[in-house]
């Protein structure tokens, strides 16, 4: 029986543990499973393998530039950084199987449930989010639980995952026939409880028809932010100065000589901005390898089980809509988070740190349906709403990760704060062993949406089949 | 064209509608009969590369208009019968579709 130990062992510490590994195997099964041509598989499953390795070094380069930009700020307000006693990077170490695995499963299990429920209606296909929503899920479950094997992770990480990719598109799809009326595909991304707020909160402030963002003319000149490499390091490099200007001599020229003593403090500073722009755009591009195999995978494996299936898409696919609404979101939560740096670091609350990335697409997509339902104002709300959540949102989220991956809070969009708190929440309730009611209730309350939508559009379809066809269509009339 | 057209579907960065793009424009050239290696990126990377085509929406598209011989323009990334006609006309204009 030894044997069979010693061999389980090696698996898990050398396969489940080892996430570039596992995302490879997985890629390779993926590719295979679609009968794709031996050296299609081969250069698929090493490319994945090496977008996860970019991955972690880009996490490397951007939790070091996150953390001198913190200490730097914090020092110029006269606060504390945030406190971190564990990284990002040291949890993708020991959690990394885990979450690669919580992907795999949780896609399986939402196809099966697209597959018996047609009320789903949508596939959610959004690939980094995939990745991420599994990624806040295990760190929350590992507060939880800590104590918790690898199998019992993933088994309630991917029971809850399933069931979030499951009902986002569907919460967010009335917001979406407004902007989409043809109802081709859904939303799927994090940003849409900040939408669904702003859809909500907006209705009184105009009307679209009226106010359209479309008819206004921006500046030209702000179209150059739209590139978020260059937005991440020109923000962030000029609060590093500003910061630099104010901070404790002896804490800049301390952090500045370990890079290279000889630099300037300003020039350092100059150099943190531009390696933690450098270090996101590495981490996407490690991203964007992996999934550019993976995702095809899953989509060439669903396309199979249940064809002709709508997916449920990311943010951008909305933003041709409005382009003018996605401006306007982007600039106006971006001065909301920016004056919310100043205000939480002067009554020395917390440090933040601006994520240009986040704050335009969660901003933009927030505003495109803000404008659907209100016009301009609604996008202005939409994109005012998306920096405050944000701001608020990394501040207090910070602490929660404290001890598991604390960078996951600067990274998040509405939803991953949404459900570290929602999982927070249960912690009194459960914790420990009844970790299992998580993907429980989680499955349980999807099902039953799933049994009473389906329902009601039964009863819609047989009372008015002309007239449920035709609403779409008049809509867009 | 006597060997793969290289083609680029650009967005913000590079990760989710752009990778949805790639794989509609796979469908369409399919469709064409074309050969070409289509990857996905994001806007930055994408003035470092030298493909043939460029596939993005307009608010990308209008910024690097030179950056490859044809860049087309899309709004709707599911769209491959609409793909594939930009792609049949711009091809043919380049005598790069017979």
């Known amino acids: ?477 | 064209m006597d060997r793969p057209l290289e083609i680029l579907a650009v967005c913000g960065v590079g990760m989710g509608s752009s990778l949805m793009l790639k794989m509609t424009a796979e469908d369409a050239l399919r469709a064409l009969g074309v050969e070409a290696r289509v990857e996905n990126t994001d806007i930055s990377s994408a003035r470092g590369m030298t493909p043939d085509v460029i596939i993005g929406q307009g608010m990308h598209t209008s910024e690097i208009e030179d950056l490859a011989p044809v860049v087309i323009t899309v709004s709707d990334f599911l769209d491959k019968d609409g793909l594939e006609v930009q792609l049949r006309e711009r091809l043919t204009e380049k005598g790069w579709l017979r």
């Open chain 1, 1 to 477: 029986m030894d044997f069979i130990k010693d061999i389980l062992t090696f698996l898990a510490n050398n396969v489940f543990g080892q996430v570039p590994i596992l995302i490879g195997l997985i890629t390779l099964a993926g590719l295979l499973l679609q009968r794709k041509r031996f050296e299609d598989v081969l250069a698929g499953a090493l490319r994945a393998t090496i977008g996860v390795v970019i991955l972690f070094i880009g996490v490397e380069i951007f939790t070091g530039g996150l953390t001198s930009f913190q200490t730097v700020l914090a020092s110029a307000m006269g606060t504390d950084p945030p406190k971190a006693e564990h990284t990002l990077t040291d949890f993708f170490q020991e959690q990394g199987g885990t979450i690669a695995l919580v992907i795999t499963v949780a896609f399986l299990a939402h196809v099966l449930i697209v597959r018996l429920f047609p009320a789903a209606h949508y596939l959610y296909l959004t690939g980094h989010l995939m990745f991420w929503i599994s990624t806040v899920t295990v760190a929350s479950l590992v507060l939880l639980a800590p104590g918790a094997d690898q199998l019992t992770l993933v088994l309630c990480g991917a029971g809850f995952v399933a069931a979030y990719w499951t009902l986002q598109p569907i919460w967010m799809r009335p917001l979406m026939r407004r902007v989409m009326p043809d109802d081709r595909f859904g939303f799927a991304h994090t940003s849409s409880l900040a939408a669904l707020a702003t859809g909500v909160l907006a209705k009184p402030l105009g009307d679209r028809d009226k106010h359209d963002t479309e008819k206004l003319k921006l500046p030209r000149q702000l179209s150059f932010f739209k590139d978020v490499n260059v937005s991440t390091a020109l923000v962030i490099s000029v609060i590093m100065l500003l910061g630099i200007a104010f901070a404790d001599d002896g804490v800049v020229n301390k952090l500045a000589a370990e890079m290279d003593d000889k630099l300037s403090p300003w020039v350092w500073g100059l150099m943190v901005g531009l390696r933690f722009a450098g270090g996101i755009a590495i981490l996407l591009y490690g991203v964007r390898m992996f999934l550019g195999e993976i995702v095809p995978a899953f989509k060439g494996f669903s396309d199979r089980v249940i064809p002709g299936t709508r997916p449920a898409l990311d943010a951008p696919t909305v933003f041709p809509v409005a382009p003018t609404a996605v401006m306007v979101g982007f600039v106006s939560s971006t001065v909301v988070f920016l004056a919310c740096l100043g205000i939480f670091a002067a009554a020395g609350w917390f440090t933040l740190a601006p994520p240009m990335i986040m704050l335009f697409f969660v901003g933009g997509a927030a505003a495109v349906f803000g404008n659907a339902v209100a016009g301009w104002r609604g996008a202005l709300l939409g994109g005012v709403l998306s920096g405050l959540i944000l701001a608020i949102g990394q501040a207090v989220t910070w602490g929660l990760y404290e001890k598991t991956a604390p960078e996951l809070a600067t990274l998040a969009d509405p939803d991953w704060y949404a459900i570290a708190w929602l999982l927070k929440a249960t912690d009194p309730v459960i914790g420990g062993a009844g970790v299992w009611a998580v993907p429980v209730v989680a499955l349980g309350a999807t099902v039953a949406t799933l049994f009473i939508l389906g329902r009601k559009e039964k009863a819609r379809s047989e009372e008015e089949p002309a007239a449920a066809e035709q609403e779409p269509a008049a809509e867009r009339a």
